[in-house]
């Protein structure tokens, strides 16, 4: 027997999320704690008269490869994915990790180097319609500290919403960061600058991540200023990275520091030209989620957070960001105590609470 909350997230995933439709094709990826949601997902693109493409991607070899792939290996040309990135029309990735920490002891420079060879499949991707879940594991259990069972339980709920709803107000939120000329970030070790002079931020309602919730934009590229501290801890290709300090001048990064995983950090900034600066700025506005879970698809969606993403901008044809780096890396700050953002002098989160 399927679990009735599977049938129903597969149901918003097609029907809403990426509105799959007659003749579409379809890649879907998962691995194997994600494949009961595969397979529904599957089921329904075929019965709309779609055309379905599953990849499966277990993961288990991933320590073998980073660990002894030649330099020629890791810069190979990704042919197979960019003819499947080419081929399909709309993309769905359903991710679980069998072991979160499973490259925690690979060289960072070597997952960079990586990551810029399968920029180009991830440019022609996000060009596209796509959705994005990570499905309850074990692994993901356990960084939470809780049980699995406790974890379905808080993702069904938070996935499982009328998101219809929920983008109403995402959008009004949206309309006051718009084309904003000040945006500024005060809090812990925090006094932030940012422009969003002709830019236009988007309501992450359920069409790009599950769980969503989420108002996002690109902050121009030489004008962000100041320091901002990162409390909450991120969990990024098995690296533990927290208390992370970032200043800035003139859009890019001068000075970073870590208090755990610094070394990750680090290596990040030196990818490429564009990781030194801002892809994204965000505030989070599910308050469905209560707390930190080391998740960074969770963590950056807790109502009254912001977050940062060092390095590429989503693509938007309106007043999207122009920044381009093979990472796209989510750092995340707690907004809760002595805390506020100010858009053209005017608060709009205060101490975690929206002013919308």
Same mark, same amino acid.
């Given at each position: 027997?399927?679990?009735?909350?599977?049938?129903?997230?597969?149901?918003?995933?097609?029907?809403?999320?990426?509105?799959?439709?007659?003749?579409?094709?379809?890649?879907?990826?998962?691995?194997?704690?994600?494949?009961?949601?595969?397979?529904?997902?599957?089921?329904?693109?075929?019965?709309?008269?779609?055309?379905?493409?599953?990849?499966?991607?277990?993961?288990?070899?991933?320590?073998?490869?980073?660990?002894?792939?030649?330099?020629?290996?890791?810069?190979?040309?990704?042919?197979?994915?960019?003819?499947?990135?080419?081929?399909?029309?709309?993309?769905?990735?359903?991710?679980?990790?069998?072991?979160?920490?499973?490259?925690?002891?690979?060289?960072?420079?070597?997952?960079?180097?990586?990551?810029?060879?399968?920029?180009?499949?991830?440019?022609?991707?996000?060009?596209?319609?796509?959705? *994005?879940? /990570? $499905?309850?594991?074990?692994?993901?259990?356990?960084?939470?500290?809780?049980? #699995?069972?406790? +974890?379905? !339980?808080?993702?069904?709920?938070?996935?499982?919403?009328?998101?219809?709803?929920?983008?109403?107000?995402?959008?009004?939120?949206?309309?006051?960061?718009?084309?904003?000329?000040?945006?500024?970030?005060?809090?812990?070790?925090?006094?932030?600058?940012?422009?969003?002079?002709?830019?236009?931020?988007?309501?992450?309602?359920?069409?790009?991540?599950?769980?969503?919730?989420?108002?996002?934009?690109?902050?121009?590229?030489?004008?962000?200023?100041?320091?901002?501290?990162?409390?909450?801890?991120?969990?990024?290709?098995?690296?533990?990275?927290?208390?992370?300090?970032?200043?800035?001048?003139?859009?890019?990064?001068?000075?970073?520091?870590?208090?755990?995983?610094?070394?990750?950090?680090?290596?990040?900034?030196?990818?490429?030209?564009?990781?030194?600066? *801002?892809? /994204? $700025?965000?505030?989070?506005?599910?308050?469905?989620?209560?707390?930190?879970? #080391?998740?960074? +698809?969770? !963590?950056?969606?807790?109502?009254?957070?912001?977050?940062?993403?060092?390095?590429?901008?989503?693509?938007?044809?309106?007043?999207?960001?122009?920044?381009?780096?093979?990472?796209?890396?989510?750092?995340?700050?707690?907004?809760?105590?002595?805390?506020?953002?100010?858009?053209?002098?005017?608060?709009?989160?205060?101490?975690?609470?929206?002013?919308?």
């Amino acid at each position: 027997m399927v679990d009735k909350r599977v049938k129903k997230l597969a149901d918003i995933l097609i029907n809403y999320s990426v509105s799959v439709k007659k003749g579409d094709k379809v890649l879907i990826s998962a691995n194997k704690q994600a494949w009961v949601l595969a397979k529904e997902v599957y089921k329904l693109c075929l019965k709309k008269g779609a055309f379905p493409h599953t990849i499966y991607s277990p993961g288990d070899l991933d320590y073998f490869f980073y660990k002894h792939a030649t330099p020629a290996q890791l810069q190979a040309k990704p042919e197979i994915s960019l003819f499947l990135a080419n081929w399909a029309d709309k993309f769905i990735r359903l991710y679980s990790s069998n072991n979160s920490r499973t490259l925690s002891n690979i060289d960072p420079k070597r997952l960079m180097i990586a990551a810029k060879t399968n920029q180009l499949v991830k440019t022609i991707m996000l060009k596209k319609p796509w959705i *994005l879940t /990570e $499905f309850p594991s074990l692994s993901m259990a356990q960084s939470a500290g809780i049980s #699995l069972d406790e +974890l379905e !339980d808080i993702y069904f709920k938070a996935c499982l919403q009328d998101w219809n709803k929920i983008g109403k107000t995402l959008r009004a939120l949206k309309s006051k960061l718009d084309n904003a000329k000040k945006v500024e970030v005060i809090g812990e070790k925090t006094h932030l600058t940012l422009s969003f002079t002709n830019r236009f931020f988007q309501a992450s309602d359920g069409k790009y991540n599950l769980p969503d919730g989420e108002v996002f934009g690109a902050p121009q590229d030489f004008q962000t200023e100041g320091q901002v501290y990162f409390d909450l801890p991120s969990l990024r290709s098995g690296n533990i990275v927290e208390g992370v300090s970032l200043t800035f001048k003139k859009g890019k990064v001068i000075k970073a520091i870590a208090e755990k995983g610094n070394k990750y950090l680090q290596a990040a900034l030196k990818t490429d030209s564009g990781s030194k600066r *801002l892809g /994204e $700025f965000a505030i989070g506005t599910n308050y469905g989620i209560k707390k930190p879970m #080391l998740n960074t +698809l969770f !963590d950056e969606k807790i109502g009254g957070t912001i977050h940062l993403a060092l390095g590429s901008a989503y693509p938007d044809k309106e007043g999207g960001g122009i920044n381009k780096s093979a990472i796209h890396w989510d750092l995340v700050k707690s907004m809760k105590k002595n805390s506020k953002v100010l858009v053209n002098g005017k608060p709009i989160l205060e101490n975690a609470k929206l002013l919308v």
